[in-house]
């Protein structure tokens, strides 16, 4: 049974820091690893979604990384903003469903 | 960008009743599914419908559940004889043709049963 895990489970830095999440599953037989953005009491919003051939996306500030063997991805936010603060979710994909891991909450201080 | 709708955004029901969740998907995607998180919880998967039928549920997902597609746009969930512990967000997604695509997400509602 898939089981991801998600550190720290919450973070708190100044401004314009760069920081990195991190988030390992436990079976590699992945399809593809999605990254999520959830502001409170909202919904889910897709940051970056990496196949599992792939090593790394980017968008923006945020780059993810994906070491399939190890069963580790990592997302890392360049220069952090206040408006970065929301929790983050990483979730991976195997035959049909998403197994997602608890989220990291982060909180960007100005 | 096309994007999933979910309503209500907030549905309050006393014990035992029954609910039904909407969701409008993508309008070309073919694979649908619901999801749900209990506040403070991790999402977790309820079922994957294609094709009019379901391909995957889990656990969770028991005869108290029902997934519909009742005709070429919406996307139902229904809860039969609702109780205390069916209160959390519960989301609606799907994915297009292509199956190395991202999963998109509706905005979700909130379910409070009383």
């Known amino acids: 049974k898939q089981e991801v895990t998600q550190i720290p489970a919450a973070l708190s830095v100044p401004e314009g820091e760069n920081l990195v999440l991190n988030c390992s599953f436990t079976?590699?037989?992945?399809?593809?690893l999605q990254w999520f953005r959830q502001d409170p009491g909202k919904g889910l919003t897709s940051l970056l979604l990496?196949?599992?051939?792939?090593r790394e996306q980017t968008s923006g500030r945020l780059n993810a990384s994906l070491d399939k063997s190890s069963g580790r991805s990592t997302l890392y936010i360049a220069a952090s903003q206040p408006g970065d603060s929301a929790t983050y979710l990483c979730?991976?994909?195997?035959?049909?469903?998403?197994?997602f891991g608890q989220g990291t909450r982060l909180t960007i201080n100005p | 960008e096309p994007e999933v709708t979910q309503t209500p955004s907030h549905q309050v029901t006393q014990m035992g009743q029954e609910v039904i969740l909407r969701c409008v998907p993508i309008?070309?995607?073919?694979?649908f599914y619901w999801y749900r998180q209990i506040l403070g919880q991790k999402v977790e998967f309820l079922v994957s419908?294609?094709?009019?039928?379901?391909?995957?549920k889990s656990e969770i997902f028991d005869d108290q559940f029902s997934v519909e597609r009742p005709d070429g746009s919406n996307f139902t969930l229904k809860i039969r004889s609702t109780k205390l512990e069916d209160s959390a967000m519960y989301f609606c997604?799907?994915?297009?043709?292509?199956?190395?695509?991202?999963?998109?997400f509706g905005d979700g509602t909130r379910l409070s049963i009383l």
């Open positions: 419908f294609y094709n009019n039928e379901i391909s995957e």
């Open positions: 979730a991976v994909r195997g035959a049909q469903k998403l197994v």
């Open positions: 997604a799907s994915l297009g043709q292509a199956f190395d695509q991202p999963q998109h």
């Open positions: 309008s070309n995607h073919l694979y």
């Open positions: 079976d590699s037989a992945i399809y593809n």
């Open positions: 990496i196949q599992s051939s792939q």
